[in-house]
Nanobody, 124 residues
Framework: QAQLVESGGGLVQAGGSLRLSCAAS????????MGWFRQAPGKEREFVAT????????YYADSVKGRFTISRDNAKNSLYLQMNNLKPEDTAVYYC?????????????????WGQGTQVTVSS
């Protein structure tokens, strides 16, 4: 069973940058599509970005396109999310997730394993 642990969250001013990491263990990370999601207080969990097992395919939510970059290092069993030009509306708990079967996906229900989340707060 895969386990995922996010890190790298914190408090940053608008316009700043953060890099989130997700360390995977207990599964075959290099064969899984991976995704980042976020959930703000009082809102549903929403899709942020996804990447195929080979990193050949990536897809982003319109709200983060051009500002966020998803990447992975299969040799290190790690997933990353580089977030630039952060905005107050990016404030949320960010989760990484793995999908055992299938390619990239945007629906949370398509993912099998989830991390515990890391808080990102962007002040104006």
């Amino acid at each position: 069973q895969a386990q995922l642990v996010e890190s790298g969250g914190g408090l940053v001013q608008a316009g700043g940058s953060l890099r989130l990491s997700c360390a995977a263990s207990g599964g075959t990370f290099s064969s899984y599509a991976m995704g980042w999601f976020r959930q703000a207080p009082g809102k549903e969990r929403e899709f942020v970005a996804t990447i195929s097992w080979s990193a050949y395919n990536t897809y982003y939510a319109d709200s983060v396109k051009g500002r966020f970059t998803i990447s992975r290092d299969n040799a290190k069993n790690s997933l990353y999310l580089q977030m630039n030009n952060l905005k107050p509306e990016d404030t949320a708990v960010y989760y990484c997730a793995s999908r055992v079967w299938g390619d990239i996906a945007m629906e949370p229900a398509s993912y099998d394993y989830w991390g515990q989340g890391t808080q990102v707060t962007v002040s104006s």
